[in-house]
């Protein structure tokens, strides 16, 4: 008979108790035969903590219970990577809802290689009645890394957190944690530390997650002190990982305006302009922008200079943009 190591799955809890059920319940009917739950309580005032419980007691499914004071996703996500004992950990959000063979494919895709530390699967966005899957390329093979990073750094592959499979001793030989200061892009700067630090990357094209926008979830102008929190998160990210990748030295000069441009561009949808201003100023883009590279895209070089021409127009094209 095979035999199957152990995964665990870390679900985040804070507040969603209209659904945490859909999603525990596509949690226990996994079709792999051997994992843990583990859920960390982020100091949730409703009734998420007890629902989990109530539906995670009637399965036979190994479950941990884990409650702390509210900090934050990242910190949540800390412990539950410390808490975890399966062989390979794998990230779910709890409003969100995995595929039946979530745990089975994801394995058996990072399986095809002992030095596989990660697989990324596509995903189903999902908002009201549409559902468009989120994909990138057709294969299931070893990735290569230099495609790879310059692909998540174009927007081109569009890897979530949470349809992700990691070795767990990956994440501990290299102390790769999510970084509890940022309290956005959290989920990307840790993806980049996944990518840079492996060197057998695989990817599956099939939608095993479901990333459920959820009515009233998206970010508002009231959420400015999160986006200012990514700055140094991101400096650190490129001190400790980007810089530190071989032979990709343009990669490297390219990365922090890139990334940086794609903040403010997401930022612009969510700021009012003199919001918007201000986190121009506390994330110091003016410098950030001087960084010359020539692998910006012609569309991000023309925005780039208007920045400094018309910082008014810059805004407006990257709102409606």
């Not at 596989?116 to 596509?122: A, D, G, K, P």
């Not at 966005?125 to 310059?150: A, D, F, G, H, P």
């Not at 998206?218 to 998160?233: E, H, L, P």
Request: a positive charge; glycine letters at 2%.
């Amino acid at each position: 008979m095979m035999s199957y190591p152990k995964i665990s799955i870390v679900v985040p809890l804070y507040n969603v108790e209209k659904h945490i059920t859909p999603c525990i319940s596509s949690i226990i009917t996994q079709d792999y035969p051997d994992f843990e739950v583990i859920i960390v309580d982020d100091g949730s005032s409703d009734n998420s903590k007890s629902i989990c419980e109530r539906v995670l007691s009637n399965s036979s499914v190994e479950y941990k219970m884990i409650s702390r004071n509210n900090k934050g996703v990242s910190a949540s996500r800390n412990d539950g990577i410390n808490a975890a004992t399966g062989e390979y950990v794998c990230f779910v959000d709890a409003d969100d809802i995995i595929d039946v063979q979530y745990l089975s494919k994801l394995y058996r895709a990072i399986n095809k290689s002992d030095s596989s530390s990660v697989v990324f699967s596509s995903y189903n966005l999902i908002y009201k009645n549409t559902k468009k899957q989120q994909r990138w390329i057709n294969e299931t093979n070893k990735l290569n890394k230099k495609n790879v990073l310059w692909a998540f750094l174009n927007r081109d592959c569009k890897f979530i957190i949470t349809a992700m499979m990691v070795n767990r001793k990956h994440i501990m030989d290299n102390k790769i944690y999510f970084d509890e200061d940022c309290r956005y892009s959290e989920d990307i700067i840790y993806i980049w530390k996944i990518l840079c630090s492996s060197k057998d990357i695989r990817f599956i094209d099939e939608p095993l997650y479901n990333y459920i926008i959820h009515p009233g979830s998206t970010m508002t102008s009231s959420n400015y002190n999160k986006i200012v929190t990514c700055r140094d998160a991101i400096i650190r990210l490129f001190d400790d990982y980007i810089s530190k990748v071989d032979n990709m030295e343009t990669f490297q000069k390219s990365f922090l305006p890139r990334y940086f441009f794609a903040i403010m561009h997401s930022a612009a949808k969510l700021l009012n302009y003199n919001d918007f201003r201000l986190l121009s100023q506390e994330l110091d883009i003016k410098t950030i922008f001087r960084l010359k590279s020539d692998k910006l895209r012609r569309k991000q070089s023309f925005l780039i200079k208007l920045y400094y021409i018309n910082f008014w127009i810059f805004y407006l094209i990257l709102r409606w943009k």
